[in-house]
């Protein structure tokens, strides 16, 4: 079995225009992404070039109010996420998706100030 990197997977989503993007200015952003149950994936987020520094995480839930945090970039679990900071974007990596993980899920990236909402967009898996 030939194991593809994490920068080969990330590719062909790049130029399949499957990008997700996080900035200052950007409303909510909504994508619907089919994944086929028990299948790896990995879903590339980027981010605003100021956000660096700042802590990347992955929650699920329909309203971001509720959203509960699966995993932050550099932890691994069931949802791997990776940070490229010099090309300010993070990836989300899973081995194992089934049905019953199907829902609602945010990209976020913390803007370290609590009196605003992180940035973020949800998608639906």
Not at 26 to 44: C, D, Q, R
Not at 45 to 65: A, D, P, S
Not at 91 to 105: A, H, I, K
């Given at each position: 079995?030939?194991?593809?990197?994490?920068?080969?997977?990330?590719?062909?989503?790049?130029?399949?225009?499957?990008?997700?993007?996080?900035?200052?200015?950007?409303?909510?952003?909504?994508?619907?992404?089919?994944?086929?149950?028990?299948?790896?994936?990995?879903?590339?987020?980027l981010y605003?070039?100021?956000?660096?520094k700042?802590?990347?995480?992955?929650?699920?839930?329909?309203?971001?109010?509720?959203?509960?945090?699966?995993?932050?970039?550099?932890?691994?679990?069931?949802?791997?996420?990776?940070?490229?900071?010099?090309?300010?974007?993070?990836?989300?990596?899973?081995?194992?998706?089934?049905?019953?993980?199907?829902?609602?899920?945010?990209?976020?990236?913390?803007?370290?100030?609590?009196?605003?909402?992180?940035?973020?967009?949800?998608?639906?898996?």
């Amino acid at each position: 079995m030939h194991m593809h990197s994490t920068v080969d997977m990330i590719y062909p989503l790049i130029l399949s225009g499957i990008l997700l993007h996080i900035s200052d200015d950007a409303g909510i952003n909504a994508l619907n992404i089919e994944v086929k149950s028990g299948s790896p994936g990995i879903i590339p987020c980027l981010y605003n070039k100021q956000r660096k520094k700042t802590r990347k995480y992955w929650c699920q839930g329909f309203h971001w109010i509720s959203c509960r945090i699966l995993a932050y970039a550099s932890k691994t679990g069931k949802y791997s996420l990776t940070d490229y900071p010099a090309q300010s974007i993070f990836t989300v990596q899973w081995e194992n998706l089934q049905t019953s993980d199907s829902g609602y899920y945010w990209c976020a990236v913390e803007i370290g100030d609590y009196s605003k909402t992180d940035d973020s967009y949800h998608l639906y898996l």
